[in-house]
């Protein structure tokens, strides 16, 4: 079964920066589509980013200039570079997978068990 | 504020039938399939309802999904103590491109 498993949370100073992993296995992360969801203490779900099978990216406003998306093949790796962090950023961090990758998007089916990421001073 | 309108809370008694609706625009739903997704407790979410109605394999049919115009709604009977969690719709929106989900709706069963 597709396994997500996320890694690299952690507290870190406001304006700090942060590298969150999610190491996939039973799922190819260079043929599917990969995003990180977030979720805030006592909040709903937030999108924050995607990539697709064929590299493209796309960002939540939220996040876009901040935080950036990449995968490594070789290691079946998905990353999540995160900087200038703000205390807004503070939540669970989630990967997950597009259980149709095609088109735009289709649905999560798979999900990491999440990872804290504290941004305090 | 989040793209989609889900009501905050919803409440029915054991075995009693409950519907939770989802409102976006013709840029989200109106041309989108919908997902619905349920989070117990201190667990990540995990996937009810897919391209709007369908079923992954493992989910009861006591969970059903419907979607008109811009609005989709999830469905569910014989409501059971173990379905008390919050409950998000989620979709693209081809305006903002990006993935964009309801605020949630906690479900309380009496």
């Known amino acids: 079964e597709v396994q997500l498993v996320e890694s690299g949370g952690g507290l870190v100073q406001p304006g700090g920066s942060l590298r969150l992993s999610c190491a996939a296995s039973?799922?190819?992360?260079?043929?599917?589509?990969i995003s990180w969801v977030r979720q805030a203490p006592g909040k709903g779900l937030e999108w924050v980013s995607l990539i697709y099978s064929g590299g493209s990216t796309y960002y939540a406003d939220s996040v876009k200039g901040r935080f950036i998306i990449s995968r490594d093949d070789s290691r079946n790796t998905l990353y999540l570079q995160m900087n200038s962090l703000r205390p807004e950023d503070t939540a669970v961090y989630y990967c997950?997978?597009?259980?149709?990758?095609?088109?735009?998007?289709?649905?999560?089916?798979?999900w990491g068990q999440g990872t804290l990421v504290t941004v305090s001073s | 504020q989040s793209v989609l309108t889900q009501p905050p809370s919803v409440s029915a008694a054991p075995g009693q039938k409950v519907t939770i609706s989802c409102s976006g625009s013709s840029s989200n739903i109106g041309s989108n399939y919908v997902s619905w997704y349920q989070q117990l407790p201190g667990t990540a979410p995990k996937l009810l309802i897919y391209d709007s109605y369908k079923r992954p394999s493992g989910i009861p049919d006591r969970f059903s999904g419907s979607r008109s115009d811009t609005s989709a709604t999830l469905g569910i009977t014989g409501l059971q103590t173990g379905d008390e969690a919050d409950y998000y719709c989620g979709t693209w929106d081809s305006s903002l491109s990006a993935v964009v989900f309801g605020g949630g709706t906690k479900l309380t069963v009496l």
């Open positions: 039973e799922v190819t992360v260079s043929n599917t589509y």
């Open positions: 997950a997978r597009d259980g149709r990758s095609s088109g735009w998007f289709g649905y999560f089916d798979y």
